[in-house]
């Protein structure tokens, strides 16, 4: 693996004395999201494996190419899980693309999002240095938190090469609850049972109907369920899962859809477009041609921002544009770490 | 903390105990969250650690200035930052020796040094206390509005039983409390003969001296110390089981006297004895408590209390839910009291010398005690008690806790 | 003192305190890194924003440094003046805005108290879940500045989980928001860049914190142990049982013995080890956590098992806990305090080597830390008049994280590198890590006038001290020239 590395690391040095951009990837199963893709691929699915795993130290290392599924079968054989609930999109994805991505499911708004559970990474920048961050503990503060940084960054920063992640115990039980109720009461509900103790997992609405998930010891579940009411749903790990990777219809045409995020407790946004709740109300996806500046107005008022997450015209920039005095820290950043802005350029497209 | 004490003060009693309460601190902090004065200002200036340092510097032969006597002159002595601190740092002993120092070092103005010598040498004086309201005149216009303030309605004493037992105690008169309130220690004298103990008032004592002392006067408390040393010595003698005082304020006092007097030749055993043998009125009912109890419940319970722990109780002699345990075991509601840590402003002659905080103080206090709708006040401090019913203007009265013991006791 | 600086300092507001004499700065010269002080040509306590941003457009265009201070509880020195700057103290920035129970989340200024934030929150079954032992004083500005944890962080994170938004203000003065109230925020993540960058990157000025549930049941746990190796093991073993405790602490003989001494928390003296561990959740499911807990406590030769019976009983173990470096300082009248992390495998094989160095060069050695997240605090004891000594417990805890950037784990897990672990930080990091930590920094204050000198060691300095990188007991690397 040192040889690919080295060779990963000639290959980033050659592109920057050539200034020829590099498209970095993994299975691109996420190539949809972001910015448009411009360069020679940088394939990273060889440099593959889970370099240390010890399940009683609830940390795991590995290699960015290694698949998404292999990571989540090996610790699943130990009762753990990655807590982020990573969505695939597509069964080649990459625990790389995962993290270049930051993108959470379901469970993400009740313990956390990817950027949470990175502990450390092993990067390449654009000068062609191979860089660690962070490390294999759970308490670190050396240096600046590199680590999360990479963490959503599309790869315009560096080349992941490994990552340590802190992993938890998968909850034994898990039961999924149905109820019908508008929008205004699904956002309200939820904001409510989130400030209480419940052992809650996940929360979608769509369509009139709201699903609560409970994870947890039996006991706790079986309690959980007795206060909250609903139905009980059959086979909802199917359904949490089509929403996780959306492959549930309302997610399969090629309308442009929009990933609004917003705090918690906004009320019904009322846009005129087929919507799906999701994390107790703090997204919100949604389907349709709409007015880009108006939305993207309407969404900061509420202090959100809005994402054109899939088909549609990218022209208009994917990403909320940044305030002035933010932008400028993001090109310096990018500076520092890409002098000649050589790592998948323009993938992150609100601020150059 | 490291030091480095000056040559003028390392091998003085008083620096050597300095530099040893120096030593200890770890200048974590942890006294700034429940210091009053920090709470108000924000100013690490105004904290105990600040304070701490400024004090410090001041033995490590830095000049000092008046600068450093502000933030002194700020601090309440109040002691939350000792219940605070986890390296037990004992604050008060240090503010002291600091104050002491500072008072010899930078001076007062000439308006300042008479308003303090009226209050050490008049307050000090029983009876003489109305006659400083009458001198207070002359140091407008601070002393007379907030002394003026201070002065309740005068409640009569009741009868005081007559020494009929075989055990017996001493009581302080103090100088303050007779002329606010002289029925607080004859409520002692009566509950404490219901469970067969008389109570003994020696008139020659007086005021226990704290009132100089922490105006950084300590050779005229010294004199005050040895005048009730000398009064109650026969009576200890003949086998007084202990010193009892009612006003908090001047039993943290009474518990220092054997320190205070500890390097004098004559008077160190008779004041470590009286130490030893002080006990603040509610350690004396609490020890009580089994043949009092049934004579209390004997009555209907009373209303909601709200409990204002003095200082000097709970950080000074660090006694700490026992007259709460008392009021509740006596049928008492006890209402919720917010940050029940915080000083109320009224810290000796504090509230007349910076009455701006202590008014601050006092608000805050006030709006905490009535969070819970009592319908009396209790406390354990007159001081304190007074202070808090200038601010009241009789919307709730305010009761020292044994007079409301006696209330009950009278009642069954 | 400069006299341009204080001309612009006067037309801000007449009223801002600015402190000039020595008399009154030195109070200020320190935090509670003791060993350690320089006193600032002035100190401000500016009462909001406007003013903070004001004083740094002064400061930059004049090139004069700017150290920010809060509460002063950081223990690397992170809140140590400048002698040719101005110190910014926050700590009457200490509004307490709106508690949002519905949103759980609280707004608050960066001088607030972090126990404050929790009382304020209560009255809604909410708290701030971050619990550093000095919570009661510790501002929530030095939180996020150093990514403070706390003893409940093994299951509630550290202060970069539990912040959703901040207010900056940068080295030139311009102010802005960085993450938000709503689960993300767009653009590169730099509430995780900030947070933990130990005021170097620019002056935090509010914070929206996320609150959590009080949950519906705890369990505090004590257990005693005859050996420390015996603890150490139950600590792994709990965690492999599928439980993640709310909190996991250790403390050896030296420090159950100092804080049954002051704060008689009725620890069992005959122990050499003792676990505290606390359980939280909903009812059923600590009681499940509890039989397993109890079983691995037992298999490990648990002597003692004692449960809190009452809330009371639960607060007393856990402030003898928080107060226990206090404690300490009865010991001996000084001490020094380490903070590497470790992975939790290595244990008791790092704390016997740690006992064997502590031998080695004949000081006093106890530990007091956070086993569950492999956070190691040993407190080193000398004697600061005795000459020497104090150097040589430097070098000594110098060994010791030494120790844990060779078993894969880092010199500080949350009291940050301060001016305490710049030699540190070179045996961590590379070059051109390091060369990275200060584009990062220019990337924010291109001055460079925001607590200078700190937290990252200038590259010149490695050299000096001779650079030596032993990550993860690779020796240097040949091939990085060092200049
Ligand atoms: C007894 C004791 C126990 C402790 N226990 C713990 C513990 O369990 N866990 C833990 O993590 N820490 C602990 N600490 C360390 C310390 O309390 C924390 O680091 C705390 O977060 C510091 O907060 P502060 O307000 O005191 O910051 P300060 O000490 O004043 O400052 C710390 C750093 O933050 C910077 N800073 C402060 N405020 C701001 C701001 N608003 N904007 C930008 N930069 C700022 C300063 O420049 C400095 O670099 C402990 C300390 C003590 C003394
Ligand atoms: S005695 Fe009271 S006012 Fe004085 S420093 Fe201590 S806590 Fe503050
Ligand atoms: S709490 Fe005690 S040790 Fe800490 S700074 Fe205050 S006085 Fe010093």
């Given at each position: 693996m040192e040889n690919l590395i080295q060779s990963l690391t000639e290959r980033v040095k050659q592109a920057a004395s050539n200034n020829t951009p590099l498209a970095i990837h993994g299975g691109n199963s996420k190539s949809f999201y972001g910015g448009a893709i411009r360069g020679d691929a940088l394939d990273l699915r060889a440099y593959t494996g889970i370099i240390d795993y010890e399940p009683k130290e609830l940390v795991l290392t590995v290699r960015a190419g290694t698949p998404l599924q292999e990571i989540e079968t090996a610790l699943e054989a130990a009762g753990q899980m990655l807590p982020f609930e990573p969505p695939y999109y597509a069964d080649t994805a990459t625990i790389g693309g995962t993290v270049a991505t930051g993108l959470s499911g379901p469970r993400r708004p009740y313990t956390g999002a990817v950027r949470d559970f990175v502990l450390g990474t092993r990067i390449i920048n654009g000068k062609g240095e191979d860089l660690s961050f962070g490390g294999r503990v759970i308490k670190n503060v050396a240096g600046y938190d590199v680590s999360r940084l990479m963490t959503g960054a599309m790869g315009t920063l560096g080349v992941l090469l490994d990552i340590s992640f802190k992993v938890l115990p998968k909850p034994t039980d898990e039961i999924t609850l149905?109820?019908?109720?508008?929008?205004?009461?699904?956002?309200?509900?939820?904001?409510?049972?989130?400030?209480?103790?419940?052992?809650?997992?996940?929360?979608?609405?769509?369509?009139?109907?709201?699903?609560?998930?409970?994870?947890?010891?039996?006991?706790?579940?079986?309690?959980?369920?007795?206060?909250?009411?609903?139905?009980?749903?059959?086979?909802?790990?199917?359904?949490?899962?089509?929403?996780?990777?959306?492959?549930?219809?309302?997610?399969?045409?090629?309308?442009?859809?929009?990933?609004?995020?917003?705090?918690?407790?906004?009320?019904?946004?009322?846009?005129?477009?087929?919507?799906?709740?999701?994390?107790?109300?703090?997204?919100?996806?949604?389907?349709?041609?709409?007015?880009?500046?108006?939305?993207?107005?309407?969404?900061?008022?509420?202090?959100?921002?809005?994402?054109?997450?899939?088909?549609?015209?990218?022209?208009?920039?994917?990403?909320?544009?940044?305030?002035?005095?933010?932008?400028?820290?993001?090109?310096?950043?990018?500076?520092?770490?890409?002098?000649?802005?050589?790592?998948?350029?323009?993938?992150?497209?609100?601020?150059? | 903390m490291q030091t480095n004490l000056a040559d003028w003060i390392k091998d003085t009693p008083e620096g050597r105990e300095a530099d040893s309460i120096l030593r200890k601190c770890v200048h974590c902090g942890f006294c700034l969250a429940t210091c009053p004065t920090y709470n108000l200002l924000g100013d690490e200036l105004d904290s105990p650690r600040g304070r701490i340092y400024l004090m410090k510097q001041m033995l490590e032969g830095e000049a000092v200035t008046e600068k450093t006597q502000l933030h002194l002159d700020r601090c309440l002595t109040c002691r939350s930052c000792e219940s605070t601190c986890p390296s037990g740092v004992q604050y008060g002993r240090l503010v002291d020796i600091g104050r002491e120092l500072v008072e010899k070092k930078v001076g007062r103005s000439v308006a300042e040094g008479t308003q303090r010598g009226v209050l050490k040498r008049a307050l000090p004086r029983t009876g003489l206390f109305s006659a400083a309201l009458a001198l207070g005149r002359i140091m407008k216009p601070v002393l007379p509005k907030a002394l003026a303030a201070k002065i309740p309605v005068k409640r009569t004493p009741g009868a005081w039983p007559a020494p009929r037992h075989a055990r017996n105690m001493l009581v302080l008169q103090g100088c303050v409390q007779p002329a606010i309130d002289p029925d607080i220690n004859a409520a002692t004298a009566r509950v404490l003969d219901r469970v067969g103990v008389s109570l003994i008032a020696v008139p020659s004592a007086g005021c226990c001296g704290s009132l100089p002392q922490h105006l950084g006067d300590a050779e005229a408390a010294h004199v005050l110390i040895k005048r009730n040393i000398d009064a109650w010595w026969t009576y200890i003698e003949a086998g007084a089981e202990a010193v009892v005082v009612t006003a908090s304020g001047c039993g943290t006092m009474v518990a220092e006297y054997g320190h205070a007097l500890r390097n004098d030749p004559v008077y160190a055993a008779k004041a470590a004895k009286i130490s030893a043998l002080f006990r603040d009125v509610s350690q004396v009912v609490a020890a009580?408590?089994?043949?009092?109890?049934?004579?209390?419940?004997?009555?209907?319970?009373?209303?909601?209390?709200?409990?204002?722990?003095?200082?000097?109780?709970?950080?000074?002699?660090?006694?700490?839910?026992?007259?709460?345990?008392?009021?509740?075991?006596?049928?008492?509601?006890?209402?919720?009291?917010?940050?029940?840590?915080?000083?109320?402003?009224?810290?000796?002659?504090?509230?007349?010398?910076?009455?701006?905080?202590?008014?601050?103080?006092?608000?805050?206090?006030?709006?905490?005690?009535?969070?819970?709708?009592?319908?009396?006040?209790?406390?354990?401090?007159?001081?304190?008690?007074?202070?808090?019913?200038?601010?009241?203007?009789?919307?709730?009265?305010?009761?020292?806790?044994?007079?409301?013991?006696d209330e009950q006791l009278a009642a069954s | 003192m400069n006299a341009g600086l204080l001309a612009d300092f006067s037309r801000i507001t007449p009223a801002l305190n600015v402190i000039t004499d020595h008399e009154r700065l030195r109070p200020f010269e320190t935090d509670a890194f003791i060993s350690h002080r320089a006193v600032p040509m002035c100190a401000i306590l500016p009462e909001d924003e406007t003013q903070v941003a004001a004083i740094l457009a002064s400061c930059s265009a004049r090139g004069v440094p700017v150290v920010t201070r809060g509460a002063g509880t950081g223990i690397s020195g992170g809140a140590i003046p400048s002698e040719d700057g101005v110190l910014l103290v926050l700590t009457r920035m200490n509004h307490i805005g709106k508690v949002d129970h519905q949103a759980r989340t609280a707004t608050v200024g960066p001088g607030v108290r972090n126990l404050a934030v929790s009382d304020a929150a209560a009255a809604h079954n909410l708290f701030y879940a971050p619990d550093p032992s000095s919570q009661l004083i510790c501002s929530i500005g030095g939180n996020v500045a150093e990514n403070s944890g706390g003893v409940h962080c093994l299951k509630y994170g550290l202060t970069t989980h539990n912040v959703l938004q901040v207010r900056l203000v940068l080295s030139g003065g311009e102010s802005m928001t960085l993450g938000s109230r709503a689960l993300d925020a767009a653009g590169y993540d730099l509430m995780a860049v900030v947070t933990g960058s130990e005021g170097m990157l620019g002056l935090v000025t509010e914070v929206v914190v996320k609150l959590t549930p009080v949950p519906e049941h705890v369990e505090t746990?004590?257990?005693?142990?005859?050996?420390?190796?015996?603890?150490?093991?139950?600590?792994?073993?709990?965690?492999?049982?599928?439980?993640?405790?709310?909190?996991?602490?250790?403390?050896?003989?030296?420090?159950?013995?100092?804080?049954?001494?002051?704060?008689?928390?009725?620890f069992p003296l005959d122990a050499e080890a003792l676990l505290l561990i606390e359980l939280d959740g909903v009812r059923e499911e600590v009681a499940d956590q509890l039989v397993r807990v109890e079983q691995v406590l037992n298999d490990c030769h648990a002597q003692e098992i004692r449960r809190a019976k009452s809330d009371a009983e639960r607060e007393k173990l856990w402030k003898a806990r928080k107060g226990a470096?206090?404690?300490?300082?009865?010991?001996?009248?000084?001490?020094?305090?380490?903070?590497?992390?470790?992975?939790?495998?290595?244990?008791?094989?790092?704390?016997?080597?740690?006992?064997?160095?502590?031998?080695?060069?004949?000081?006093?050695?106890?530990?007091?830390?956070?086993?569950?997240?492999?956070?190691?605090?040993?407190?080193?004891?000398?004697?600061?008049?005795?000459?020497?000594?104090?150097?040589?417990?430097?070098?000594?805890?110098?060994?010791?994280?030494?120790?844990?950037?060779?078993?894969?784990?880092?010199?500080?897990?949350?009291?940050?590198?301060?001016?305490?672990?710049?030699?540190?930080?070179?045996?961590?990091?590379?070059?051109?890590?390091?060369?990275?930590?200060?584009?990062?920094?220019?990337?924010?204050?291109?001055?460079?006038?925001?607590n200078p000198g700190k937290g990252v060691p200038s590259l010149k300095r490695c050299a000096e001290w001779g650079g030596m990188h032993v990550r993860e007991g690779k020796m240097p690397r040949a091939d990085i020239p060092r200049f």
């Open positions: 149905r109820f019908e109720m508008d929008e205004a009461t699904a956002i309200q509900r939820f904001n409510e049972w989130a400030g209480k103790p419940l052992p809650i997992s996940a929360t979608s609405w769509h369509q009139g109907v709201a699903m609560v998930r409970l994870s947890g010891a039996a006991a706790g579940v079986k309690a959980a369920r007795e206060k909250l009411g609903g139905e009980a749903v059959a086979d909802a790990q199917a359904f949490w899962r089509d929403l996780r990777d959306h492959r549930a219809p309302f997610f399969e045409d090629a309308e442009p859809l929009r990933r609004l995020s917003v705090p918690s407790t906004t009320s019904p946004l009322s846009l005129d477009l087929p919507q799906w709740i999701e994390w107790g109300g703090a997204l919100r996806w949604v389907k349709g041609a709409a007015d880009v500046k108006v939305l993207r107005e309407k969404i900061a008022s509420v202090g959100g921002h809005a994402t054109l997450f899939r088909h549609g015209d990218k022209s208009v920039g994917v990403f909320h544009p940044l305030a002035p005095v933010l932008a400028k820290i993001h090109v310096n950043l990018k500076a520092a770490f890409d002098p000649d802005n050589i790592l998948n350029p323009g993938r992150m497209d609100n601020f150059s | 009580e408590q089994e043949r009092l109890s049934p004579l209390l419940r004997a009555s209907t319970p009373p209303s909601r209390v709200a409990f204002h722990s003095p200082c000097t109780l709970q950080h000074g002699l660090k006694i700490r839910g026992v007259v709460e345990g008392l009021l509740r075991d006596a049928g008492f509601e006890l209402t919720a009291v917010p940050d029940g840590h915080l000083c109320c402003g009224s810290a000796g002659t504090y509230s007349i010398l910076q009455p701006e905080l202590s008014k601050q103080l006092r608000g805050n206090k006030i709006a905490a005690l009535t969070s819970g709708s009592p319908a009396v006040i209790a406390s354990a401090n007159v001081a304190c008690m007074a202070h808090l019913e200038s601010g009241l203007d009789g919307k709730v009265p305010v009761r020292h806790w044994i007079e409301m013991l | 746990l004590l257990a005693a142990f005859p050996s420390v190796t015996d603890a150490a093991n139950a600590v792994g073993r709990i965690i492999g049982a599928g439980v993640v405790p709310a909190a996991l602490e250790m403390m050896d003989k030296m420090v159950i013995e100092a804080c049954e001494k002051f704060m008689s928390a009725g470096f206090a404690a300490l300082a009865t010991i001996r009248p000084d001490y020094y305090t380490i903070d590497g992390t470790i992975p939790r495998r290595c244990l008791p094989d790092v704390l016997a080597r740690y006992t064997q160095l502590a031998e080695e060069y004949r000081m006093l050695v106890a530990n007091v830390f956070h086993a569950g997240d492999g956070n190691l605090h040993p407190c080193i004891f000398y004697d600061a008049t005795v000459p020497g000594e104090m150097e040589r417990s430097e070098e000594l805890g110098g060994k010791m994280l030494e120790i844990c950037v060779e078993v894969g784990g880092t010199i500080t897990g949350e009291h940050g590198v301060g001016v305490e672990k710049l030699r540190q930080m070179c045996v961590q990091f590379r070059e051109a890590e390091l060369a990275t930590f200060h584009a990062i920094k220019a990337a924010f204050d291109p001055a460079g006038i925001l």
